[in-house]
């Protein structure tokens, strides 16, 4: 009997629990918070499947509560780096020899693991470390992630089906998809744990190797997913975990000879830097290194005349306010018809007045703390600048900040007169919306505004009932957002829904959440084997008249 043919589950998304007082999840996610908030562990480096401890320390706090330290941390330097290259290296052959059913079995039970016992403790400890709320942590660090690690290798078992259409008599041609060249350098954010998650495990589902290098803010969330892979038997050194500083870590890992990748999600001024250094080192590598990279954005969010303004308002402060508007797609700029203003104004402020900030294990809470004092004083001095920008522009909301016990900042917003003011060009990465009142008439100036005011190129939204509206709008916008969405606020794609990801100076647009990501990780070989190979040098149109 011939063995049967091993596929994929077709993947189904993780269903978002809603943490209802009373609820079995809200139970147990209290009682995580209050095991990790009461302890104080140390994270070590693991290479190869080691724990090293190289004394240089770092600390996980609270945002939140910054004088509570939730974790120390061992920092890596240029050895630790070296080390954790040849360790990836070593394990490279057995890793891409491992039947690829077998790699996916590993992120599969990672995902069943994830869903069930540790999802609570890695909900927790997002919420604790990146100082999300319940349903941020949720749709993050739970379901993003297993969605990942479910949706991951049935793309990729899409990617090695996908072979030549034609193959003539006595011939056979086939693909086969093998790892890059080397060993890929995973470089991840503070403000997703299913980013952190993701951006080691694709490639190395692909039979790759990982120098995972955390932010430092969040290595102690990310060091929880860790652990889920371990349990889930991840082999040693195929993900290498190796926080430290930027440079620390990124100079080694970039002169390296065997860089074959670079797959980053951070700030553009970070991902161009690290680009510039690749080009610059180009002639010393094995193999032209792939660079994928999601960086920043400056979300938009179009309201037309004939807008549902409740569905507006809603989507401006989902969308602007969630996560305290540390999202890279968050709406940063709106741009709302005169007409709609008064009520769109209104109903803002009404809105945000209902708005609570505080600690996260407070369920009430709708926004937490910025991730640190750096982020705290950058988003506020975009503040305190707004308050002199005389007729440039004016705080309409918000606009206080309180860094004694956690980095807070209210949520603001600003009615900006000049489209080109900084806070509707720049990315603020913090709760801060910027609003450009236009008139009517004016639509096509202003999708030009929108097309060309900002340099990125990552999610935007409209917001109209008139569907001609809608089509112009769309057309017109067509490469000023990776990810649009159509009466909705633009935020939380989901993966194998909404493929995620932008151009411009917003990255690579390489679409985490689809194939589109994984076929970065594969390096094809094209095989051709003739059954009846000819045996002589002529061809027939040589013969003799």
Not at 45 to 57: K, S, Y
Not at 347 to 359: E, I, K, M, P, Y
Request: charged share 20%.
């Amino acid at each position: 009997m011939a063995p049967a043919i091993v596929t994929v589950p077709i993947p189904e998304n993780e269903p978002v629990l809603g943490y209802a007082p009373g609820s079995a999840e809200r139970q147990n996610l209290q009682a995580s918070l209050a095991e990790l908030s009461g302890a104080r562990i140390e994270i070590p480096l693991v290479i190869g499947g080691e724990e090293i401890r190289t004394g240089r320390l770092g600390t996980c706090v609270m945002p939140h509560d910054h004088a509570h330290v939730l974790a120390t941390y061992h920092q890596a330097g240029r050895a630790e780096v070296k080390l954790a290259i040849r360790a990836a290296l070593k394990a490279r052959a057995a890793w891409a020899a491992m039947p690829w059913q077998q790699r996916t079995s590993i992120l599969l039970k990672a995902a069943e693991l994830l869903a069930g016992p540790w999802r609570a403790t890695v909900n927790a400890a997002t919420m604790l470390c990146q100082s999300k709320t319940p349903y941020e942590a949720e749709i993050d660090a739970a379901c993003e992630l297993i969605d990942f690690w479910r949706f991951n290798p049935y793309f990729y078992e899409q990617i090695i089906s996908d072979q030549p259409p034609y193959s003539p008599t006595g011939v056979w041609n086939y693909v086969e998809q093998r790892p890059l060249d080397g060993f890929v350098f995973a470089v991840t954010p503070f403000n997703f744990t299913s980013i952190a998650g993701n951006l080691p495990t694709a490639p190395a589902l692909c039979g790759n190797t990982v120098v995972w290098k955390p932010a430092s803010s969040t290595v102690y969330s990310n060091y929880f997913v860790l652990k889920v892979l371990e349990e889930a038997g991840l082999p040693p050194g195929v993900i290498n975990f190796v926080p430290g500083r930027g440079a620390d870590v990124g100079q080694p890992a970039l002169a390296s000879r065997d860089l074959a990748g670079i797959h980053f999600t951070g700030s553009t001024g970070v991902f161009q830097d690290m680009w510039r250094t690749v080009g610059r080192n180009i002639k010393r590598y094995g193999a032209y290194p792939r660079i994928v990279g999601e960086t920043g954005g400056k979300g938009f969010v179009l309201a037309h005349a004939s807008a549902d303004v409740d569905a507006l308002v809603t989507g401006l402060v989902r969308g602007a306010f969630e996560y305290q508007g540390q999202k890279c797609s968050a709406a940063s700029r709106a741009f709302i018809p005169a007409s709609l203003w008064p009520r769109v104004k209104t109903q803002l402020l009404d809105r945000l007045a209902r708005v609570a900030t505080g600690d996260v294990a407070d369920f009430t809470n709708f926004m937490g703390a910025v991730i640190d004092a750096k982020a705290f004083a950058s988003i506020g001095g975009y503040l305190d600048r707004a308050r002199r920008a005389d007729d440039r522009a004016a705080i309409v909301a918000g606009g206080t900040r309180s860094g004694e016990t956690g980095y807070f900042i209210e949520p603001t917003v600003i009615e900006c007169r000049d489209p080109a003011y900084e806070t509707m060009v720049e990315e603020i990465f913090g709760p801060v919306l910027s609003v450009f009142v236009y008139e009517e008439k004016d639509l096509a100036r202003t999708l030009k505004l929108i097309d060309r005011g900002s340099p990125y190129a990552l999610t935007g939204a409209v917001f109209a009932q008139d569907r001609d509206a809608v089509v112009q709008v769309k057309n017109a916008l067509s490469g000023a957002a990776g990810n649009f969405y159509i009466n909705d606020k633009p935020t939380g794609a989901v993966v194998g829904q909404q493929p995620f990801g932008g151009s411009r100076a917003s990255g690579t647009n390489d679409k985490a959440g689809s194939y589109l990501n994984l076929v970065r990780w594969v390096s094809p070989r094209a095989v051709k084997e003739t059954f009846n190979p000819p045996r002589e040098i002529q061809y027939p149109f040589m013969g003799s008249d």
